[in-house]
């Protein structure tokens, strides 16, 4: 029952009903003094590939900077007004564009006529006292390297309103090109529909983190998005619903709509895929067109939250020609609107579909497709059945699915897997416990779901995508390094609400489209594409953080409202160690195993989950110490006796044993000692049930503790 799980284990987290509301960014922790600074390497995100800083000052812009485009190239030239029309707000300038046939001095110098060595979105930057050039093979690679730029500004230049400046470029060499060709980012419009306003607004956001795919996930159960001329009941019936809504006159794109947001996207060098999701994820198509159900008859338009509930009629000839028929019509005006190569066709989640009746479906829907000159894409559940060589899979699965590789019960997913690998497709890496933006960060998100796990900034941040399909130590990739396309953040929209642990009422609160994706993307998104962009090698959670933690200023002047996410040191924050607070190490918390009520239960390590038996409240003491109170026990922490003594719940008792000493160290982390024995609170491994004891400090990274 793999394919119901995205939906099927809403209600699993029930237990946390009572969900605290974010508290506003920032306010969670006490205003005041600044983080620790980290200056060169400059804060940028994703990490380029190579960064040198520059001695001397960098280049301050004035209002007559020409932005000086060394090509007669059309795209060239957009790219320079792009940076004019991206400083304007802030700066107040119009800065003017100019051909040039040279590099020039006090000006941005575009210049596309770089080494073809830089591939495709490849580019060089360098800044100094005197100017600023941007040189790529193509104005795509300019593109990628103006987000650069853009990011050696002050972050006020993100504002809407005019900022007083100066507005001076930092100082750098660097030498950027791109991991992966596909990194992309997924907006589930079906579920939830986004006015085409806020899927541009989305699309200038990712661009700005150089995401260069954005997939829409254009029809689902609950509605059909695009309007096909040649079936208007799909968009007069089919796009009434959302979820949780009924009675829409205009929830969908006209082809003008889609039109405006495809060239929008190709103004920022991102592809549009479009998804037509089936067999299964029909309702909206099955209420729609009367002749794909095998009645005949429209089922009802669908606004609930449940999931597998339907199915194209498959299960005869005259039926199977109706949808061979309606997926022609449809996949032809998709094609003809998109100029991009991909047409995806889901193929998620079918519950009742026989292999015969999925296959029928993949033939009729991948031949449309290569009829229309398109690649396939698909979710990966699309490798069960026939696909064209050079497919792309689109890998959802879990530490579930890697942890089954090798061993003889191997999920059906890994084994749809590896029939796509053997038939030659590529694989889009969305692990859905590291890329799916709908799950919850952590108890406290008020949106979206867990049957994922929670996935804290650190988790969609911290994995590789040569071993999303490896087993759990890394090794015996099933998809081979070449067969991987590269990566994609999605983010669904099952359940956009406030409370969303439950089922919504009248009264539930639902935030505007773009709302929930600020909060849900941000700061993830950036985390996973520097994932997509940057050398593995080059990745680092504890450097990511410090840089991603300049970007909240960015975020906060391009009014994002992003989730000011505990683990981040944002600036302008500053730790308030009394209250409640996760107490992390090695990406797992401190945690009383089972939230044991007993005397004596050792502390482990477990991963975060920010559960009353992770949650740890610290009172400070006329010494300057701290007792450490579990929230579910109510008991304290613990260690009396000597180096590799246990560390325990005990009913508190103020002794010296249960005063810790909470000791900041340079990073914003933290050495946590017993104010008895001076020793240090230590982790014995980075894993789930790691004991927890206390031990001479050993410049060990697992005595170093985050206090969120
Ligand atoms: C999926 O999450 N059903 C692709």
Redesign the pocket.
């Known amino acids: 029952m793999r394919w119901l799980r995205?939906r099927g284990r809403h209600l699993a987290v029930l237990a946390t009903a009572l969900l605290a509301l974010p508290l506003p960014a920032a306010a969670s922790q006490a205003a005041a003094a600044s983080p620790s600074p980290h200056p060169a390497p400059y804060a940028l995100v994703p990490q380029p590939v190579s960064q040198q800083a520059v001695q001397g000052q960098g280049f301050t812009l004035t209002p007559r900077t020409p932005i000086a485009v060394l090509s007669k190239n059309a795209a060239a030239w957009g790219v320079g007004t792009y940076v004019s029309k991206m400083l304007a707000p802030a700066t107040g300038y119009s800065l003017p564009v100019v051909r040039d046939t040279r590099t020039r001095k006090n000006a941005v110098v575009l210049d596309p006529n770089g080494p073809k060595s830089l591939g495709a979105e490849g580019y060089t930057l360098s800044s100094g006292k005197h100017g600023v050039v941007v040189r790529a093979h193509g104005a795509e690679g300019l593109f990628r390297g103006v987000q650069t730029l853009r990011q050696l500004l002050p972050a006020e230049v993100e504002s809407h309103s005019r900022q007083p400046g100066p507005w001076t470029v930092s100082p750098v060499r660097i030498t950027d090109s791109p991991r992966y060709g596909y990194r992309g980012v997924m907006l589930d419009v079906a579920r939830r529909f986004y006015p085409v306003e806020q899927v541009k607004r989305y699309i200038d956001q990712a661009a700005a983190y150089k995401i260069n795919t954005l997939h829409l996930h254009l029809t689902d159960d609950q509605g059909w998005r695009i309007a096909i001329d040649a079936v208007p009941n799909l968009t007069k019936v089919g796009a009434s619903t959302q979820s949780g809504f009924t009675g829409g006159t205009n929830w969908y794109y006209s082809a003008e709509d889609y039109k405006e947001i495809v060239a929008h996207a190709t103004s920022r060098f991102m592809t549009v895929v479009p998804e037509i999701d089936g067999p299964g994820h029909t309702q909206a198509a099955l209420a729609s067109v009367p002749e794909l159900n095998c009645d005949d008859k429209a089922k009802p338009p669908y606004s609930g939250f449940d999931v597998g509930i339907s199915l194209y009629c498959l299960q005869d000839k005259e039926h199977t020609a109706n949808t061979s028929r309606f997926l022609r019509t449809v996949i032809k005006a998709v094609a003809r609107l998109t100029p991009g190569p991909y047409i995806h066709l889901g193929g998620?989640?079918t519950p009742q579909a026989t292999p015969e009746q999925y296959g029928a479906y993949v033939k009729a829907a991948t031949e449309a497709t290569t009829a229309r000159n398109k690649t396939v894409m698909g979710?990966h559940q699309l490798g069960q059945a026939a696909v064209p060589s050079g497919s792309i899979m689109q890998f959802?699965g879990e530490a579930d699915d890697r942890e089954s590789i090798g061993t003889p019960q191997e999920t059906e997913s890994i084994r749809f897997v590896r029939n796509g690998v053997a038939q030659g497709a590529k694989f889009v890496m969305s692990p859905?416990d590291h890329a799916?933006l709908d799950m919850k960060y952590d108890v406290s998100t008020p949106y979206g779901l867990s049957w994922s796990g929670y996935v804290p900034v650190q988790k969609s941040y911290e994995w590789d995508p040569a071993t999303s399909t490896a087993k759990l130590d890394g090794t015996g990739s099933i998809v081979p390094a070449q067969q991987i396309a590269g990566v994609e953040a999605?983010l669904?929209a099952d359940r956009a609400y406030e409370g969303s642990n439950a089922l919504p009422t009248p009264s539930t609160r639902w935030p505007e489209p773009h709302a929930y994706a600020d909060y849900m993307s941000y700061p993830r998104l950036p985390a996973l594409a520097e994932v997509g962009w940057t050398p593995q090698s080059a990745r680092d959670w504890k450097d990511f953080r410090q840089r991603l933690a300049q970007h909240g200023p960015r975020w906060a002047a391009a009014g994002i409202g992003y989730h000011a996410a505990p683990g981040i040191p944002w600036p302008g924050t500053v730790k308030v160690v009394e209250g409640a607070h996760s107490v992390e190490t090695g990406g797992k918390a401190l945690d009383n195993p089972g939230g044991s009520t007993s005397d004596g239960t050792g502390l482990v390590l477990w991963a975060p989950n920010r559960g009353g038996n992770q949650t740890w409240t610290f009172t400070r003491q006329s010494d300057g110490s701290y007792t450490m109170t579990n929230k579910t026990s109510g008991k304290c922490a613990e260690a009396t006796g000597g180096s590799g003594a246990a560390v325990v719940q005990r009913t508190c008792d103020n002794q010296a044993g249960q005063r810790w000493k909470v000791i900041p160290l340079d990073d914003g982390e933290h050495a946590i000692a017993s104010a008895g024995s001076g020793l240090l609170l230590t982790a014995a491994a980075a894993s789930d049930g790691a004991t927890v004891t206390q031990q001479k400090s050993s410049g060990s990274a697992l005595q170093r503790w985050t206090i969120d």
């Open positions: 995205r998620d989640e979710w959802w859905s799916y999605a669904w």
